[in-house]
């Protein structure tokens, strides 16, 4: 009996260790798979960023030709056509010729016309405030300009003054207020619109709200264009993040996050 004991009991001790070992290979293999998916919905996730960064790029890039495209073309038909009806008018004149009032006004209004566009293209570039005044000046400027010739009120509030920041770095913000109150005209028909600069330690926070007729910000949504994106790749250059929350009815906001101010300091 002693013997048949023990081998019941040597028998019972082995039927544990192997139903131990299927549990803990069975648990091996489940975290194993696990590891796996998780890696592998990871490293879908930063393809998914990645080709989201090349597209933003890529955008960037696309609407940097098209600004290149369309001050061509300004230049081409406004500044081309002036100064060749200039050109003809002066023309007229002749050696030893008494100069005509009717000419002469004409060339004088001809020559002004000439300066306005070019001021304008130059303005199109980089907006002269932009860099005699500082960011904050330049807004002022732009939001009082859009307040005096449309129905729209911006509140227009920054916790302290504006540090100078790099050129490209103010240019890059700059776009961006255009960008979304330019949108805000077109598209949202709204009244007010509050945006906001605060700094905290080394981190500009910027808020943008209005209360208009919001967009349908869904991932396959159509609404979600160019504009945004290219809000997107601005933000992308400056290291920041942005957030878009909107809905139909509900109006729209846009809050920005740039780290790192140091970097991107003026020196």
Same mark, same amino acid.
């Given at each position: 009996?002693?013997?048949?004991?023990?081998?019941?009991?040597?028998?019972?001790i082995i039927v544990a260790i192997l139903a131990f070992s299927i549990i803990a290979v069975g648990f091996v293999v489940v975290f194993v798979r696990y590891r796996k998916g998780l890696l592998l919905k990871q490293?879908?996730?930063?393809?998914?960023?990645?080709?989201?960064?090349?597209?933003?790029?890529?955008?960037?890039?696309?609407?940097?030709?098209?600004?290149?495209?369309?001050?061509?073309?300004?230049?081409?038909?406004?500044?081309?056509?002036?100064?060749?009806?200039?050109?003809?008018?002066?023309?007229?004149?002749?050696?030893?010729?008494?100069?005509?009032?009717?000419?002469?006004? =004409?060339?004088?209004?001809?020559?002004?016309?000439?300066?306005?566009?070019?001021?304008?293209?130059?303005?199109?570039?980089?907006?002269?405030?932009?860099?005699?005044?500082?960011?904050?000046?330049?807004?002022?400027?732009?939001?009082?300009?859009?307040?005096?010739?449309?129905?729209?009120?911006?509140?227009?509030?920054?916790?302290?003054?504006?540090?100078?920041?790099?050129? =490209?770095?103010?240019?890059?913000?700059?776009?961006?207020?255009?960008?979304?109150?330019?949108?805000?005209?077109?598209?949202?028909?709204?009244?007010?619109?509050?945006?906001?600069?605060?700094?905290?330690?080394? =981190?500009?926070?910027?808020?943008?709200?209005?209360?208009?007729?919001?967009?349908?910000?869904?991932?396959?949504?159509?609404?979600?264009?160019?504009?945004?994106?290219?809000?997107?790749?601005?933000?992308?250059?400056?290291?920041?993040?942005?957030?878009?929350?909107?809905?139909?009815?509900?109006?729209?906001?846009?809050?920005?996050?740039?780290?790192?101010?140091?970097?991107?300091?003026?020196?």
């Amino acid at each position: 009996m002693e013997a048949k004991e023990k081998a019941k009991f040597y028998f019972g001790i082995i039927v544990a260790i192997l139903a131990f070992s299927i549990i803990a290979v069975g648990f091996v293999v489940v975290f194993v798979r696990y590891r796996k998916g998780l890696l592998l919905k990871q490293q879908q996730l930063f393809r998914q960023d990645f080709l989201h960064k090349q597209e933003l790029l890529a955008i960037n890039i696309e609407s940097a030709e098209a600004e290149k495209i369309s001050i061509a073309k300004d230049i081409h038909d406004e500044i081309g056509s002036i100064f060749s009806t200039l050109s003809l008018s002066i023309n007229q004149l002749k050696p030893g010729t008494i100069l005509e009032p009717e000419v002469f006004n =004409t060339s004088n209004k001809l020559i002004e016309m000439g300066i306005s566009s070019v001021r304008r293209i130059a303005r199109s570039l980089a907006p002269f405030e932009l860099e005699l005044l500082g960011l904050q000046q330049a807004l002022e400027s732009h939001f009082e300009t859009i307040t005096k010739l449309s129905d729209l009120v911006i509140n227009f509030n920054c916790s302290e003054d504006l540090v100078r920041l790099k050129p =490209t770095a103010e240019l890059a913000i700059y776009r961006i207020m255009q960008e979304l109150t330019s949108n805000c005209i077109k598209y949202a028909r709204a009244k007010n619109v509050s945006i906001s600069f605060e700094k905290k330690e080394d =981190t500009l926070f910027i808020s943008y709200s209005d209360d208009g007729a919001g967009s349908d910000l869904l991932p396959n949504s159509k609404k979600k264009g160019i504009g945004l994106k290219n809000i997107e790749s601005r933000v992308l250059i400056l290291d920041g993040k942005v957030q878009f929350v909107s809905s139909l009815g509900a109006g729209f906001k846009c809050n920005i996050n740039i780290p790192n101010l140091k970097n991107i300091l003026h020196d």
